[in-house]
């Protein structure tokens, strides 16, 4: 095996084999992007396991009085009876000021006396095994009452979907930025190769294979893009960090929630980064090695 | 002679070292440069090639050196046909040669001693195992003070002293120079010359591309002479040569 880099012998190739100080700017950029992107999917992901763990672990009723029973006596009693029901830690009936207090915000103050408001049951759901709607259902039907049950499933099926979808457009920007990389690493390469045309055949006159040789561009470049790739992660982790630190608790905002331990995920960057340049690079220049005489 | 030739190839019993038959070579749509060409250098023997400028000798040379294929007839190196060979074979048998070019092709980020030292790195050898021998290639050539000096800081008839001595220091079968001689002295270029004599006798082929046909003749050597892209032999008369032309 031909030994190009060996510890103490010079580089064979130039320092500066084509265009490489602005390729790191541009290395480190997109791995600042994908940085921000990462830890955007992961904060989304988490963001709406949080909400739709909240709409999970409760369901509301919505009770119709029979013709020889109050509204408020129909939800006491129908919160009694889902208090007895197997996967309801606590069931209580929503009594009207409760309701009016919710209502305020959208209907103002002048209306709220003399407008029809449904008979509501708040039901906590035991998160380690919920009780189903059915179940639910089952039980006022069998106790007389006539209700329905939401158990939010709609709306978390849409928050589920949101996240999934947010995820995937997450996915999707790292792949095209990681994308974009190896296209700046092969147009790197090929200048590279170009600018260092004379050095390239006089390596191969001298009886260099086109692996070694490819193995000098690939090694520049891994080197390069991994260290372009620590500089753009860095300085991602460094702004994720203060806004974590700014937003508190609940990271920037509640509804992309930051988290320290998020930033560990950055550390795959550089590796990916010098990954991606390896590849890009010695594919790059076998098959423009191979295309010479 | 001084000791870095001391481990030049071995004579070598196999067929000729270089072996052209009918080759034609051109650039582009542009007429052949090389018509026809057919020659056979026996393993040892000692070439100069000389004819005007644009005869097509930079042309041979590169051809010999699989730097650029024949479009028409075979070559064989070393007994093998190397007409079609694959590029991966290609290293192990440029590892066998030592080239001289006429524009030097010295790599002017590496010192004077990491140039020479080249073909040994390539083929895979320790620094420690070449180190002496690179310096004392160099101290012979008159580079010995000069180990570190980048080829930009370096004279011309330096750098063409050092493209030698990068050329021979891996003691090769075959030594291919394109006017090595071009940029040095008088006494320098004689120096060269015996250098070149040394190595031959030694065992290693060496065919000299060189316009300066008065060197040629005082070296008292078989000359062949490039004309219209074909091929002749001047003098002295040698069992190596141009063949049979059509």
Not at chain 1, 141 to 160: F, I, P
Not at chain 1, 190 to 208: D, F, H, Y
Not at chain 2, 27 to 38: F, I, S
Not at chain 2, 185 to 206: C, H, I, W, Y
Request: glycine content about 10%; proline content about 6%; charged content about 20%.
């Amino acid at each position: 095996m031909i030994g190009l880099m060996r510890n103490g012998q010079p580089e064979l190739l130039p320092r500066e084999a084509g265009g490489e100080r602005w390729l790191v700017v541009v290395i480190a950029v997109l791995c600042f992007l994908a940085s921000i992107a990462a830890v955007g999917a992961l904060a989304a992901d988490r963001a709406a396991h949080g909400w739709a763990g909240h709409l999970r672990a409760e369901a509301t009723v919505q009770v119709r009085p029979r013709v020889d029973e109050t509204g408020p006596a129909a939800a006491a009693r129908a919160a009694e009876t889902l208090a007895g029901v197997k996967g309801v830690a606590e069931a209580q009936a929503m009594d009207r000021k409760a309701a009016e207090a919710l209502l305020r915000p959208w209907v103002g103050e002048a209306v709220l006396p003399d407008l029809p408001l449904p008979y509501l049951v708040v039901v906590r759901l035991d998160p380690k095994a919920p009780a189903s709607a059915p179940s639910l259902s089952r039980a006022l039907a069998e106790a007389g009452l006539d209700a329905s049950v939401d158990d939010h499933s709609l709306w978390r099926g849409e928050v589920e979907r949101s996240a999934g979808l947010i995820t995937a457009l997450a996915g999707a920007a790292f792949l095209l930025i990681a994308a974009a990389t190896a296209a700046a690493i092969a147009y790197a390469t090929r200048a590279g190769m170009a600018a260092q045309a004379a050095v390239i055949e006089t390596l191969s006159l001298n009886g260099a294979s086109d692996g070694a040789i490819a193995s000098l561009f690939q090694q520049r470049f891994g080197v390069l893009a991994a260290t372009a790739g620590a500089a753009g992660a860095g300085l991602a982790a460094l702004m994720l960090a203060a806004l974590r630190l700014i937003g508190g608790e609940g990271g920037l905002t509640p509804a992309l929630p930051l988290a320290f331990g998020d930033l560990l995920a950055l550390i795959a960057c550089p590796l990916l980064a010098g990954a991606v340049a390896v590849l890009a690079a010695r594919l790059t220049a076998l098959a423009k090695l191979g295309g010479r005489r | 002679m001084p000791d870095p030739i001391r481990r030049a190839a071995d004579p070598d019993s196999a067929p000729d070292a270089v072996r052209l038959r009918g080759v034609g070579f051109g650039y582009g749509g542009r007429p052949a440069v090389l018509r026809d060409v057919n020659l056979s250098l026996p393993n040892g023997s000692f070439h100069f090639l000389t004819g005007p400028s644009g005869a097509g000798k930079s042309s041979l040379l590169r051809l010999l050196t699989l730097a650029a294929r024949p479009q028409a007839g075979r070559i064989s190196l070393f007994g093998q046909d190397v007409t079609q060979l694959p590029r991966r074979e290609v290293p192990a048998l440029r590892r066998r040669m030592g080239v001289i070019f006429q524009d030097f092709r010295l790599l002017d980020h590496l010192s004077a001693f990491d140039n020479a030292a080249l073909p040994l790195r390539l083929a895979g050898e320790r620094p420690a195992d070449y180190a002496a021998d690179v310096q004392e290639m160099l101290r012979w050539v008159g580079l010995g003070g000069r180990l570190d000096a980048l080829p930009p800081t370096l004279s011309g008839g330096e750098k063409q002293r050092l493209a030698i001595a990068r050329a021979v220091v891996a003691r090769p079968r075959l030594i291919l120079a394109d006017e090595p001689t071009g940029s040095v002295d008088r006494p320098m270029g004689e120096k060269l010359m015996r250098l070149f004599q040394s190595l031959n006798k030694l065992g290693a082929t060496v065919l000299i591309a060189s316009h300066d046909e008065a060197l040629a003749e005082r070296s008292g050597t078989a000359v062949l002479r490039l004309e219209g892209g074909r091929l002749a032999q001047i003098a002295p008369a040698s069992s190596a040569g141009p063949e049979a032309q059509s």
